[in-house]
């Protein structure tokens, strides 16, 4: 029960990393507001923490509404009355490259991903400053942060904007005690063994304009699941990292380490 007493807010619950997040915070005690432009997903993973003994609920908006962002704030105080973490997780995903993406379809990932983590992260500070608790920001990165990805240029720009975000708010925000921190997963399997063979064979496939070799390319031999963030993810909104802001913690396997012309051999 690491987060014993805390209140989150987790944007972007959907199955995977999102839900993944608010389900293992709720875990270990904390409180969560589930977050999502659809409002099954955001039911569905308020219900399943309550389901299995804890408490939550879930809010629908669109992160890039500034309204949305007030508001989720405004109703977990009423519930809570405090906040103690955020976790900017919403993103769009459209795998389109400079000559393939539209003015609109580029503007509107940078703004899922960069202005809903700066309403949220704005609304929630302003919460945690009026109360006086102090707490933690997450703003979830990518390997794409660091490294040019072919075809995929909104989500790289976004992400790696975040990560020069995640070290000017957390300048900002130290004496208010507010700790803000990156943290970077890779490509992420589901849950389903097949799911994930289906989505490694499909990626990889010579059809594609950029196919690309997760599995072949990964140091550790195998591709994470979302369930293996959390460990991290608790330590980052718990009190354990009280001295830790501004960073960034990968759990990539490897990948951000690794030379790029070194070919990992797995034993089968």
Not at 35 to 46: F, G, H, M, P
Not at 48 to 62: K, L, R, T, W, Y
Not at 128 to 154: C, D, H, K, W
Request: net charge negative.
């Amino acid at each position: 029960m690491r987060l014993q007493g805390k209140v989150a807010v987790v944007t972007g619950t959907s199955p995977r990393i999102g839900g993944t997040i608010a389900r293992g915070f709720a875990a270990e005690g904390a409180k969560v507001a589930c977050t999502s432009l659809s409002a099954d997903e955001a039911r569905t993973c308020a219900e399943e923490i309550v389901s299995a003994g804890g408490e939550a609920f879930p809010v629908v908006g669109d992160v890039t509404d500034p309204a949305h962002a007030q508001a989720v704030v405004e109703q977990v105080l009423e519930r809570w009355g405090r906040v103690d973490v955020l976790v900017n997780n919403a993103v769009w995903f459209n795998r389109k490259g400079l000559l393939t993406v539209s003015l609109e379809e580029y503007r509107h990932q940078l703004d899922v991903i960069l202005t809903g983590a700066f309403l949220f992260t704005r609304a929630v500070a302003e919460a945690m400053i009026r109360t006086g608790t102090g707490g933690s920001v997450i703003n979830i990165l990518s390997g794409a942060a660091f490294q040019g990805e072919p075809g995929n240029l909104g989500y790289c720009a976004g992400k790696s904007g975040l990560l020069n975000f995640t070290r000017s708010v957390a300048m900002e925000l130290a004496g208010h005690g507010i700790r803000v921190n990156g943290f970077t997963p890779t490509v992420t399997l589901p849950d389903d063994p097949e799911a994930g063979r289906r989505m490694l064979s499909a990626t990889a496939s010579q059809d594609r304009p950029y196919p690309m070799d997760f599995a072949g390319q990964f140091p550790l031999g195998r591709l994470p699941t979302a369930a293996d963030y959390l460990p991290a993810l608790v330590f980052l909104a718990s009190d354990e990292s009280r001295m830790v802001t501004g960073g960034n913690i990968a759990v990539d396997g490897g990948v951000s380490a690794k030379y790029w012309a070194w070919q990992p051999r797995h034993a089968d």
